[in-house]
C-alpha cells in the first residue's frame, strides 16, 4: 500500500510537473485554434463534406501531440537526473522501476487529457464545416459558425481565466491553462447541442459524427507508444538529442513497410527492423471514415493490443537502461 501511495504521488507530481510546461499549453493551444480554424477556411470539399475538417483535425491532434509527448517524456526524467533531484527521491524508500514507471503514467495522463480535449475540437471542427442543408426554413449551404466562433473563443476564454486565477491566487499560469482549455471545449460542445447548423436554439442533439472516435483513438495510443519511447531514451540522452530520437523513430517507423516490410521474406535483417520499429500506420486510418465508413472495433482492439505490447516491452527495456544509470546527486 505504501509503495502504490508513492507511485501515485510521484505520477501526480510528475503531471503537474508537465502541466507547468509552457511549451505543453502553447502545443495545446494551437491544436484546438488551428483545428477551429480550418472548417471556417476551407475553400475544397475534395468530394465528401467534412473529410478536410476531419482529416485535418486528427492531423493536428497526432502532430501537436507528437511534440508534447517528446518535449514533456524527453525533458522530465533527463531534467532530474542533470539537476540531481532524481538522486534525492532515490535516497528514500523509492525503487528505480517505480520512478521511471511514475515519470511514464504522469505524462500519459497529461496525454490523456491532451488527447480528450483535442478529439472533442474534432468532432466540432466537422460539424462546423460547410454542408448542404435542405428543410422547409432554408435549402443550400450552411457553415455552422455559431459553433466554429465559440471552439475558437474557448483557447481566448482558457487562458483569461488563467490569467485572472494567476492574479487572485498566485498559481501557476500554464497547468491552470490547460486543464481551463479542456474544461471550455467540453463546456462548448455541450452547449452546441442546444443549437441547430443555423445558429437557432433546437432540442439537444450534439450533431456530431460519432464515427471520428475510434480514429482518434487510435491516435492516443500512438502518442503513449511515442512518451514510452520518450521516456526511455531520457534515460541515456538529454532533452534536446531525445526528442531528435524520437523524430528518427518516428520518421522511421512511417517508412517501415516500404523500407524493411517489403523485404522482410528474404532478409532477415530487414524483418528485424520491420518488427523492431513502431508502424505508425497501424493508428493512422482516417482513410477508413472516407465516404461514411467506419473503423471496426476488431481492428481498434488489434491496434490497442500492438501499441499496449509494444508500449510494455519500451518500457521494460527503459527500466533495465534506467537500473544502470549512474545519478549523481
Request: with cysteine.
Amino acid at each position: 500500500m505504501q509503495r502504490m501511495r508513492q507511485f501515485l504521488t510521484l505520477t501526480r507530481l510528475t503531471a503537474v510537473e508537465t502541466l507547468r510546461q509552457p511549451i505543453c499549453l502553447l502545443l495545446a493551444v494551437a491544436c484546438i485554434l488551428l483545428t477551429a480554424a480550418t472548417p471556417m477556411v476551407v475553400m475544397h470539399k475534395f468530394g465528401e463534406e467534412g473529410k478536410l475538417a476531419r482529416d485535418s483535425g486528427l492531423a493536428f491532434h497526432f502532430v501537436c501531440g507528437l511534440l508534447i509527448a517528446g518535449t514533456a517524456a524527453g525533458s522530465s526524467l533527463a531534467r532530474e537526473l542533470r539537476k540531481g533531484t532524481a538522486s534525492a527521491i532515490l535516497s528514500k524508500p523509492v525503487t528505480r522501476d517505480a520512478l521511471f514507471l511514475a515519470k511514464y503514467a504522469g505524462i500519459a495522463c497529461v496525454l490523456l487529457l491532451f488527447s480528450a480535449t483535442a478529439a472533442l475540437a474534432t468532432l466540432m471542427c466537422e460539424r462546423v464545416e460547410e454542408r448542404f442543408v435542405s428543410t422547409p426554413a432554408l435549402t443550400g449551404y450552411v457553415t455552422d459558425w455559431q459553433t466554429g466562433n465559440l471552439l475558437l473563443a474557448a483557447p481566448v476564454a482558457a487562458l483569461l481565466l488563467a490569467g485572472l486565477l494567476n492574479y487572485l491566487r498566485r498559481g501557476a499560469f500554464s497547468s491552470s491553462a490547460f486543464v481551463l482549455l479542456a474544461l471550455c471545449v467540453a463546456a462548448v460542445f455541450a452547449v452546441s447541442g442546444f443549437f441547430d447548423r443555423t445558429g437557432r436554439f433546437a432540442p439537444f442533439d450534439l450533431r456530431v459524427a460519432w464515427r471520428i472516435l475510434p480514429a482518434a483513438l487510435l491516435v492516443t495510443m500512438a502518442l503513449l507508444v511515442l512518451a514510452a519511447l520518450a521516456v526511455a531514451l531520457s534515460t541515456r540522452l538529454r532533452p534536446g538529442p531525445t526528442l531528435a530520437g524520437c523524430g528518427v523513430l518516428f520518421m522511421a517507423g512511417l517508412v517501415s513497410d516500404y523500407l524493411f516490410g517489403q523485404h522482410a521474406a528474404t532478409s532477415a535483417a530487414a524483418a528485424f527492423l520491420h518488427a523492431a520499429l513502431p508502424n505508425w500506420q497501424h493508428f493512422w486510418v482516417t482513410d477508413a471514415l472516407s465516404a461514411g465508413g467506419h473503423i471496426p472495433l476488431p481492428y481498434v482492439l488489434r491496434a490497442a493490443g500492438y501499441g499496449v505490447l509494444y508500449a510494455g516491452g519500451v518500457l521494460a527495456f527503459g527500466i533495465l537502461s534506467f537500473r544502470g544509470v549512474e545519478v549523481q546527486g
